[in-house]
């Protein structure tokens, strides 16, 4: 085998893997029934774990392949004047909050991929996945380092 082969078939793997590491990360879909009992732990372990690390600080396996970097969410505070952002923090976790200076958004949209969109009730739908984003928002803030 040639070093051009074996270039290649390693670019292969690694592209093989970051496909199937992303498309676990943007296709979850957490059931109403299971979401109600999924604390915010629960939810970043499901959610959010593969980019931003087991202990949030932008380490987890597909953080690598992410161009724009992962950031450690342990630091938001700190990052902020020491005050917790909390409405920016739920505008990023649900997409309201898109900065498109710095470049483009690698993070999935979770106030879509929540969101069951073929529920009959789209306002008890919504507060569904309010109370899941508010779950994740209030557990990234007890996360906080000093």
């Not at 070093?3 to 992303?22: K, N, P």
């Not at 990052?79 to 952002?85: I, Q, S, T």
């Not at 909050?97 to 991929?113: E, F, I, S």
């Amino acid at each position: 085998m040639t070093r051009t082969d074996s270039t290649f078939i390693r670019t292969m793997a690694m592209s093989l893997a970051a496909a199937a590491l992303l498309s676990g990360c943007s296709s979850t879909r957490v059931d109403d029934r299971e979401a109600a009992a999924l604390s915010g732990v629960e939810l970043y372990e499901r959610l959010c774990s593969s980019c931003h690390g087991d202990m949030a600080r932008g380490d987890g396996p597909v953080a690598p392949l992410i161009k724009t970097g992962v950031p450690d969410l342990t630091l938001l505070a700190r990052r902020d004047g020491g005050e917790f952002p909390t409405e920016d923090v739920r505008r990023a976790i649900d997409g309201r909050w898109d900065r498109h200076a710095h470049g483009a958004r690698d993070m999935p949209v979770w106030g879509w991929q929540l969101f069951d969109m073929s529920s009959q009730n789209a306002q008890g739908e919504r507060a569904q996945v309010d109370s899941m984003i508010d779950r994740l928002v209030n557990y990234l803030q007890s996360v906080q380092r000093p």
